[in-house]
Antibody
Framework: EVQLVESGGGLVQPGGSLRLSCVASGFPFSNSWMSWVRQAPGKGLEWVANIKPDGSEKSYVDSVKGRFTISRDNAKSSLYLQMNSLRAEDTAVYYC?????????WGQGTLVTVSS | DVVMTQSPLSLPVTLGQPASLSCRSSQSLVHSDGNTYLSWFQQRPGQSPRRLIYKVSNRESGVPDRFSGSGSGTDFTLKIARVEAEDVGVYYCMQATHWPWTFGQGTKVEI
């Protein structure tokens, strides 16, 4: 059974940092592109970033470039999203997923709230 | 960025009747490898999204055959042959041909 479990969300002040984690099981993680997608409260979906299986290529949506960093540890089947200089507009549920040019597996999401 | 435009934004449906959702892209979604990376996702209330269709018309494993996808180039459609109560939710199209991947704004299907 495929499982993706995100963690690390919470309340953070504007300008602060947070690191999200996603642990995967049930599929060959080390051979899979992975992505983060977010959803602001009551809003639609926004793709945030993705990473190649070996970590050598990473892509980001413009709104997070220079602030967010995606990374992975294949030995731990884990995906990460380091989020710095957080803004109120980063408030969202963050989902990790396997990216097969569209996410075929999704986690349950972790809520990030940026507020003073 | 490629803009994905869905219509309608809200779709009242009748159980047992068909439904049709539209998605248009601001540029062709045909990739240089010949594939068209257009997916459809369903998000039921309180749940994570779930992919129904990939590469325009391919159903994911376990997706009922009442769901079908069609289209080409910039114009795509998701059809539900006979709406069931469990189909209530928001449906998103997404393109993964051009960086960055982009989603449509969603169509809310309600009984």
């Amino acid at each position: 059974e495929v499982q993706l479990v995100e963690s690390g969300g919470g309340l953070v002040q504007p300008g602060g940092s947070l690191r999200l984690s996603c642990v995967a099981s049930g599929f060959p993680f080390s051979n899979s592109w992975m992505s983060w997608v977010r959803q602001a409260p009551g809003k639609g979906l926004e793709w945030v970033a993705n990473i190649k299986p070996d970590g050598s290529e990473k892509s980001y949506v413009d709104s997070v470039k220079g602030r967010f960093t995606i990374s992975r540890d294949n030995a731990k089947s884990s995906l990460y999203l380091q989020m710095n200089s957080l803004r109120a507009e980063d408030t969202a549920v963050y989902y990790c997923g396997r990216d097969t040019r569209g996410l075929d597996y999704w986690g349950q999401g972790t809520l990030v709230t940026v507020s003073s | 960025d490629v803009v994905m435009t869905q219509s309608p934004l809200s779709l009242p449906v009748t159980l047992g009747q068909p439904a049709s959702l539209s998605c248009r892209s601001s540029q062709s979604l045909v990739h240089s490898d010949g594939n068209t990376y257009l997916s459809w996702f369903q998000q039921r209330p309180g749940q994570s999204p779930r992919r129904l269709i990939y590469k325009v018309s391919n159903r994911e494993s376990g997706v009922p055959d009442r769901f079908s996808g069609s289209g080409s180039g910039t114009d795509f459609t998701l059809k539900i042959a006979r709406v069931e109560a469990e189909d209530v939710g928001v449906y998103y199209c997404m393109q993964a041909t051009h960086w960055p991947w982009t989603f449509g704004q969603g169509t809310k299907v309600e009984i």
